[in-house]
């Protein structure tokens, strides 16, 4: 099951890289937005038990900003 997870994180972080670099080179969109930042599963933050938990889907989404706003 954890391998499983896994591949889907990996899936999701690799979707957002594309996404983010279609969407940049179209020079068409203003903003993107990503739905939903917390949700157990799969939000940029997970928030089961209780707790606070951002994904690694949340660290590529940062460092997709942190790469945009350096330009």
């Not at 990503?34 to 889907?57: E, F, M, S």
């Not at 660290?59 to 900003?65: D, L, R, S």
Request: proline content about 3%; some cysteine; glycine content about 8%.
């Amino acid at each position: 099951m954890k391998q499983c997870l896994l591949g889907k994180q990996l899936m999701v972080e690799k979707y957002m890289q594309e996404y983010f670099a279609i969407a940049t080179k179209t020079n068409k969109i203003q903003s993107i937005y990503w739905h939903q930042l917390i949700a157990p599963g799969y939000g940029l933050v997970d928030n089961r038990g209780g707790k606070i938990r951002k994904t690694p889907a949340f660290y590529v989404f940062k460092n997709i900003i942190d790469n945009e706003n350096s330009h």
